[in-house]
């Protein structure tokens, strides 16, 4: 127990003073927020103010990011680079590394959407009432879980060098596929139509579900979606570290 | 059964069509300090593996105080400097040798850990700010701070000044000066020379020669001598 609370501690401080991480992880959401959100806050989409909407798009975005970059990035430079040997020769539960990881993320998470709404309800006219508060900050650093397992996979599965602009090169593309930039429904059909197989879109949609502006599909189909990525992506993850060990311990 | 800190039975190691490992046999008994000198290619990295359990042998088998060395009972008793190519930069000294603390029953408090590492007034750097044979020095700390009755070295002064060579010299011989083990990889034969009670050459991964480091010298003037003999003679 204690072990698992130092490993996240140090995870966290070890993340924290990494500017190349902790800075573009928590600002970019926050920028693009006030360039989106509160800029453009008082148009409507949706039946909801913009900067409502975006609270909770840009919330799921930045959540996607500190997984994705938090997890994948830094278990594939670990595991690249030997540090991950270094500890596996100790008796440390394997557990821990990655329940550390995920914590880490998880409170970056939390950062970024509290940082959001203070924000939004002080530039952006956002209105939120404490339960939807609460929910929206639940829902969407619950939903990292997916998103650390994307991360974990990609981890096991590239290259220290490669990692950051492969994660870029998924990231990108499946937040602004899903809506997460810009409002799904300015987006041309097909693309609308991709979003349903992109975890983004699911999550972004549960986080509307509590802002507004949701396209009213139902919440346990996005559960269920956001359910299924985190097996599947878990699964690649597990075979990933599998093959690792296997090259290793094989 | 035995509690002999490690032991090598008949290991072979295949990588593909590359034998690594050719029925390696070595043993390592209570309060020695082993050698294990070969070119590059020879074998040592993959004997080190093998022994901490992050690479399994293709036949034979390695045991470590008789046990697995995947289990974590085998794993609190060894500790090891392993080669890295990058260590998380932003934690502090200290802060590294904390969290390994907690993964052991028994650590050595931490601050008996910074002065047989030497490390001491350098705690609160972070590890990115440490010179070279500092960054070795604490990973020497993190091999000794679970109390371990053997220590594997997988090339530790690689890279390092003779000042800092010479340091890390004095630890690890303070380390066996308590009745405990180590298994040295190296490529100085200087540093054979300097530590070993036995020295072990391996060659296409099997053992060549293996003696104290006066045996091995025989009539050469030097242990290098002797080794460029050995390994011309093959």
Known sequence: MKTYLLEIKYEFLKALRMPQYALPTILFPIVFYLFFGVVFGQRNTGGVKMSEYLIATYGAFGVIGAALFGFGVSVAVERGQGWLEVKRITPMPIGAYFVAKLAMAMIFSAIIVLLLMIVGTTMGGVRLEPLEAITLLAVLVTGSITFCALGLALGFLVGPNSAAPIVNLIYLPMAFLSGLWVPILFLPKPVQTIALWLPAYHFSQLALHVTGGSRGESVLGHIGAMFAAAVVFGAIAYLGYRRDEGKTYG | ?234
Do not use: C
């Open chain 2, 1 to 234: 059964m035995n509690n002999l800190p490690a032991q090598f039975s008949r290991v072979t190691k295949n990588y593909g069509m590359v034998e690594a490992l050719r029925g390696l046999d070595l043993t390592i008994r209570p309060g020695e300090l082993v050698a294990l000198l070969g070119a590059n290619g020879a074998g040592k990295t993959t004997a080190v593996r093998a022994l901490l359990g992050l690479s399994k042998p293709t036949s034979g088998e390695v045991r470590v105080f008789g046990g697995d060395p995947r289990d974590a009972r085998s794993r609190t008793r060894i500790g090891a400097v392993l080669q890295v190519a990058r260590v998380p930069e932003t934690l502090r000294v200290r802060e590294h040798i904390h969290l390994f603390s907690s993964y052991y029953p028994n650590p050595r408090p931490i601050d008996d850990v910074i002065q047989a590492a030497g490390l001491e007034g350098l705690e609160k750097r972070k590890f990115g700010q440490l010179s070279g044979g500092q960054q070795k020095r604490v990973l020497f700390a993190l091999a000794l701070v679970g109390n371990p009755d053997l220590l594997v070295l997988d090339e530790p002064t690689v890279g390092l000044d003779v000042e800092a060579r010479r340091s890390l010299w004095k630890q690890i011989r303070a380390f066996i000066a308590g009745g405990r083990s180590v298994l040295l990889t190296t490529h100085y034969l200087a540093e054979a020379e300097a530590l070993a009670n036995r020295v072990v050459v391996i060659h296409k991964g099997t053992v060549m020669a293996e003696g104290t480091p006066y045996e091995i010298k025989g009539n050469a003037d030097t242990l290098e001598d002797a080794f460029i003999d050995l390994l011309e003679a093959s």
